[in-house]
């Protein structure tokens, strides 16, 4: 059986820096889950199609290619906007989540990070992550990156964008943004990447040797 880590949190919070580093180190398969809803909302985005119709943004879904997923196409914040409204749609969410589902199955293990990994995606996670840092924060590291992308949008604009995605995720119907139960918590706000790796590692090497045959 595979080993599987769950990475949940709030846009801009570090989670798929630490994903990408922690697959990496592992020699784990990684799925940026959001980079899903993303490929979707550019779906629909390059047919010309609403934003708000459910049944076609479930199609889009459906034809997701998770083998596929260009994240320096699909970070354009245009495309961020655009996901964060198709994410709210619960026949979206069952499409996606599907496939995600799939993808943890692979061996030798998996990491997948977005807003509902431990919660709905993979309950069953042999460890949980939740990170997140405060709204500021996270709202200077996403105004640097679209800076450094040659986007020109001001730092309260972020912070604005941050809290409206923050307020979407959270009080959505169908999956919230929430920590699972058994999620560690770690808060990025005072933290770099390496040290948020570091304390990360020691988890998982703790959940590696529990689960190790005796």
């Known amino acids: 059986m ?75 914040h245009e495309i961020g906007e655009a996901a964060s409204k198709v994410a709210v749609m619960p026949a979206v969410r069952r499409a996606l989540v599907e496939a995600q589902r799939r993808f943890a199955i692979r061996e030798p293990g998996v990491v997948l990070d977005g807003r509902d990994i431990g919660t709905v995606v993979c309950p069953g996670a042999e460890l949980k992550l939740y990170v997140t840092a405060s709204p500021g924060v996270r709202a200077g590291r996403r105004f640097e990156e679209i800076g450094k992308s040659g986007g020109n949008l001001s730092y309260d604009d972020v912070l604005d964008d941050i809290r409206r995605r923050d307020a979407r995720d959270m009080g959505r119907v169908d999956s919230p943004l929430r920590p699972a139960d058994d999620a560690h918590l770690l808060d990025t706000s005072e933290m770099s990447i390496e040290a948020a790796f570091r304390a990360a590692q020691i988890l998982i090497d703790e959940a590696l040797a529990r689960k190790k045959p005796s």
């Open 2 to 76: 595979g080993f599987t880590i769950a990475i949940d949190g709030p846009a801009a919070s570090g989670k798929g820096t630490l994903a990408r580093k922690i697959a990496e180190r592992y020699g784990f398969h990684h799925l940026d889950t959001g980079l899903t809803y993303r490929a979707t909302a550019k779906a629909l985005l390059d047919a010309g199609l609403p934003l708000d119709d459910e049944t076609l943004a479930a199609e889009q879904a459906d034809k997701v290619d998770l083998g596929a997923l260009d994240r320096s196409v699909l970070a354009a």
